[in-house]
Structures are given as structure tokens and as C-alpha cells.
């Protein structure tokens, strides 16, 4: 209680200095404009975002019947995850930040939607369910050193940061290599590839935490964070909630 006390006090107080110090200027990722803002988007390109519209309440996925709030899919077979959640769809130009921040390490993209994404995540956790700690999916060590950087790790410290949520960085492992998901030819092939590649940390990666939630930085397919939500919920998990920058069809 008092080390969780002390960890809310420590974000508090980053958040404040986050708030109160003077912005250096930065450009504008999409329209190069100066601006000084905390993060490289100006307000303009960032209302002309691809912002979802109205999504499933559990999958993420846009809303396509009216007067629904769960899509038919979910209904008919509800996903392992309670709540899936992103702001964008990833279509341009929320695709190509992405990519250059995971492949070319534009660690400014990755930071700007990252902000975003916490201010949003930030919101709702003070309005409801808020989680008692952040895992983000993990990497195999060697895409890990082939990148230099976990992409949703580094989106879990800003979500972090701006919620007071604390983090377990190392609270899950990916145990063994798997090719992308994408590559699969269809839901078993995805299930069956995704299946048991991942294990909890070394240290008590749910301890008391009862909800969790999951950071990544797109959810494509849904069998990866599906994947972790079972082995959570099998560990004594009772509600795992999946935040992501960005929502794939
Ligand atoms: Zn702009
Ligand atoms: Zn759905």
C-alpha cells in the first residue's frame, strides 16, 4: 500500500513538472509548422486524425449496425479481454507514425500518439474502472535487440506517466519467437501460433493487481492480446482491459 502510495505520489509529481515547465519548440510531424506543445502535433492535424467513430464496447472495432454497443462478432463470441480500446484507426497517416516510430525509431511519433493515447486512457480510468497496473505486450529478446526498443513499453510510460497507473515492465515475457500474426492464413492458424509463447515475469507479475490492463501499440487480429488475457484471467486476473494507439480491420 505505501510503495503504491509513494509510486502515485512520484507520477503526480512528474505530472505537474510535465505541466508547469516551458516547451521547447518542436515541428509538426504532418505539417511541419513550429509549434509548442509537449508532443509534434499541432491541434489541426490532430483533429484530421483518423479518430474512430463509435466502436464495440468489447472488441475496439467501429460500430457498422446502429443502436449497438457490442458488435455482432463479440456477441456471438466474446473475446478473452473484457474491453479493447484505441482512438485511431490505423489508416493513414496514424499507419505511417507508426511504422517509422517501430522500424525507424521516429521516437516522436510513437511519443505524440502516445500522449494522446494517455490523456485519453487518463479520462476514462478517472470516470470508471481504473486499472491497478499496466502490462505492456512483450517482445522475444531477439526482435527486442533487433529493434533497440519495446514499442509498447515505451507507450506504457507515457500512459503511466499522464494516469498515475503504475507499470510492471517485466511483468510478461515472450517466451519464444513467433512469425508475425499477419502472416497467418486464418484464426486458427493464429491461435495456434500465438499459443503458449507467452509466460508471466519472473516476479509476481498479478500480486494483488485484480485489473490489468494490456498495452500495445496496434491490435491487427486480436489473438495476441486474446492470448494474454487468458493466461491473466488463469492466473487470477479478474478484469483485463486492452488500450492500443491504433485499430486494425
Ligand atoms: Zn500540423
Ligand atoms: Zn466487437
Redesign the pocket.
Known amino acids: 500500500m505505501a510503495i503504491r502510495l509513494t509510486a502515485e505520489i512520484l507520477n503526480m509529481a512528474r505530472h505537474l513538472r510535465r505541466k508547469t515547465r516551458v516547451l521547447p519548440p518542436t515541428l509538426?510531424?504532418?505539417?511541419?509548422?513550429s509549434?509548442r506543445r509537449g508532443y509534434s502535433?499541432?491541434?489541426?492535424?490532430?483533429a484530421e486524425l483518423p479518430w474512430l467513430g463509435d466502436t464495440c464496447g468489447r472488441c475496439g472495432e467501429e460500430l457498422t449496425e446502429p443502436g449497438t454497443d457490442i458488435c455482432s462478432r463479440c456477441r456471438l463470441d466474446p473475446p478473452e479481454f473484457d474491453s479493447c480500446y484505441a482512438p485511431f484507426a490505423y489508416r493513414s497517416p496514424v499507419d505511417k507514425l507508426i511504422v517509422s516510430y517501430k522500424f525507424s525509431a521516429d521516437l516522436a511519433s510513437g511519443y505524440a500518439l502516445s500522449r494522446i493515447l494517455a490523456r485519453i486512457m487518463a479520462q476514462r480510468w478517472r470516470n470508471g474502472r481504473r486499472p491497478d497496473v499496466l502490462l505492456p505486450v512483450p517482445l522475444h529478446v531477439s526482435r527486442l535487440r533487433q529493434r533497440g526498443f519495446n514499442q509498447a513499453l515505451e507507450i506504457a510510460k507515457v500512459v503511466s506517466a499522464e494516469s498515475g497507473v503504475p507499470l510492471r515492465a517485466r511483468g510478461l515475457r515472450k517466451s519464444r519467437p513467433t512469425p508475425p500474426q499477419t502472416e497467418m492464413r486464418n484464426a486458427r492458424e493464429r491461435g495456434a501460433n500465438i499459443r503458449s509463447s507467452f509466460e508471466l515475469g519472473r516476479y509476481d507479475t498479478i500480486g494483488k493487481a485484480r485489473r490489468i490492463a494490456l498495452v500495445d501499440d496496434v491490435v491487427t487480429t486480436m489473438s495476441t492480446v486474446a492470448e494474454l488475457a487468458r493466461m491473466l484471467k488463469q492466473a487470477g486476473a479478474e478484469q483485463v482491459e486492452v488500450c492500443c494507439l491504433a485499430r486494425a480491420e
Open positions: 509538426c510531424l504532418i505539417c511541419r509548422q509549434l502535433l499541432c491541434r489541426d492535424c490532430e
